[in-house]
């Protein structure tokens, strides 16, 4: 791989150089080749595996772990930091620079009393959550390997040390800006510094003045708002919206407990540390408007309050926007010739989630069946899925209404499975496959991978992986350290 060292560069005081603390007898666990093409496409031998394991220096890296604070459930945290990512510079694709991170290579100044390692489970779970959100067309940090070893590493037991080679367009996040405000008492120069550098890198097409400032902060505000209304519509749950895990660029980034939805629930927490839901899968949207002034607060050297709060009132309506589009798509609806029709889809679409709620349905499964309806037809799969058949019809007299004529029912059907997965990364299957490499077999592991980057496609001898989970797995809620 081939390097430029920008940030590191230009932003002294915004990290601390480190050295990685290595893993013994490293092995590759998993391996994206889609991920590979972004950073140049290495190949994974020997000598990589020592250089991404921190055993051997990689040419061209600065070895570095960034500071930032944030909001942490809701409470600032003055310092927070690196504490167990150790960034390598920025590595030159065709189509752009990534970020490159060892998530696990040992402690920085950040750790914070920990040992700045992570372990198989974590480091698997990153590496499939940042493929499969990929593949289902989500903004999202990538990861383009795993690598395993036999350091014993205590979490809540003996686990075994791993790291994540993740990718990330950057690494810049709200907690950077609201490190810059409070740590300086609010004072412009530290801000403006990393506004500057940030539009420099990631929005060329701004300015680094009054108009530049304003409009890169509503880009960030819509980008945030899609993110969020992708994540409502394909049923993805982060667990852990923290500030400091809030991505600049409107990336789904720095993945712990995440869960995608099995049966439907609004409320449904997937954090065993957020017994009071503050990070529910439908507090989503409310969290990133909250956030978004978090960080507007830390821009008030920079732009004026009248400005940061003009830029905020975009992120409803971007957002709902956004979750109409995307519903539209999955259940087939044309779309409406202006927004009339906006405040009824939204309803349409708020009561068949809550129909799927009431009857305890599985929300892409469900969705998948859109895939096979035929609308005009005196028998679904669709209806079967439902016990309460009179509330499904009562529904469903209201989308064929809305839906209107259907001209081709065949290209209809087809572009309904192509917006509607029929693999997602259940937690269950995350785990069998993170049970199996713990033993020693990374085949359900490959196969996994493989399965999650064709999530649109029927498979054939994958239909397991299509099935609601056993009664062991479903809903299942996952620790910080996952």
């Known amino acids: 791989m081939d390097f430029k060292q920008d940030f590191f560069e230009q932003l002294p005081g915004f990290y601390e150089t480190v050295a990685p603390a290595g893993l013994p007898a490293p092995s590759w666990l998993a391996w994206s080749d889609d991920a590979a093409v972004l950073v140049g496409n290495p190949q994974p031998d020997e000598q990589l595996l020592q250089q991404l394991a921190g055993n051997q220096r990689m040419p061209g890296a600065n070895y570095y772990a960034q500071v930032y604070s944030g ?60 493929e499969a959100l990929f593949h289902l067309n989500v903004p999202t940090t ?12 205590w979490r809540e037991t003996l686990e075994k040390g791993a790291i994540t080679v993740r990718l990330a367009r950057s690494h810049i996040r709200f907690g950077h800006f609201e490190y810059c405000y409070y740590s300086t008492g609010g004072k412009r120069e530290q801000v403006q510094q990393l506004a500057d550098f940030t539009i ?40 852990v919206m923290n500030t400091d895990n809030m991505s600049i660029l409107g990336d789904s980034f720095d993945f712990g407990p995440f869960a995608f939805l099995d049966t439907f629930k609004e409320d449904f927490i997937c954090n065993h540390s957020d017994p009071e839901g503050r990070y529910a899968f439908g507090r989503q949207p409310g969290i990133g408007l909250w956030n978004l002034q978090c960080l507007a607060q830390a821009l008030t050297p920079l732009i004026s309050s009248d400005d940061l709060l003009a830029a905020l009132t975009h992120y409803q309506p971007m957002l709902v926007q956004h979750y109409l589009q995307l519903m539209r798509q999955k259940l087939g609806l044309p779309a409406p010739a202006g927004e009339a029709s906006g405040p009824e889809d939204l309803a349409l679409f708020g009561a068949f989630t809550a129909m799927l709620e009431q009857q305890q349905l599985d929300y892409s499964l469900t969705l998948r069946q859109f895939a096979t309806l035929d609308p005009v037809a005196n028998h679904s799969d669709l209806r079967d899925m439902f016990v309460d058949t009179s509330a499904f019809d009562h529904w469903f007299t209201g989308y064929c209404k809305r839906l209107g004529k259907v001209d081709n029912i065949e290209q209809w059907q087809e572009a309904r499975r192509l917006n509607n997965p029929q693999y997602i990364l259940r937690n269950y299957l995350a785990q069998k496959a993170i049970a199996a490499t713990e033993a020693g077999d990374t085949a359900p592991l490959q196969q996994l991978y493989q399965l999650l980057r064709r999530p649109y496609d029927a498979q054939p001898g994958c239909e397991d992986f299509a099935r609601r989970p056993p009664d062991w797995g479903e809903g299942l809620i996952m620790s910080c350290s996952s």
């Open 200 to 239: 420099r890198q990631h929005f060329p097409h701004l300015s680094c003045d009054a108009a530049g400032y304003r409009q890169w902060f509503v880009e960030v505000v819509e980008a945030t708002a899609r993110l969020i209304a992708t994540w409502q519509a394909i049923g993805f749950a982060h667990g």
């Open 71 to 130: 909001h942490q459930f809701g409470g600032y945290s003055p310092q927070l930091g690196d504490g167990r990512s150790i960034i390598l510079g920025e590595a030159i694709g065709p189509n752009g620079c990534w970020d490159v991170a060892l998530k696990g290579a040992g402690a920085t100044p950040f750790s914070r009393h920990g040992d700045g390692r992570a372990v198989t489970r974590s480091a698997i779970r990153e590496f499939l959550v940042s």
């Open 142 to 153: 990538r990861a383009l390997a795993v690598i395993g070893s036999a350091l014993p590493v």
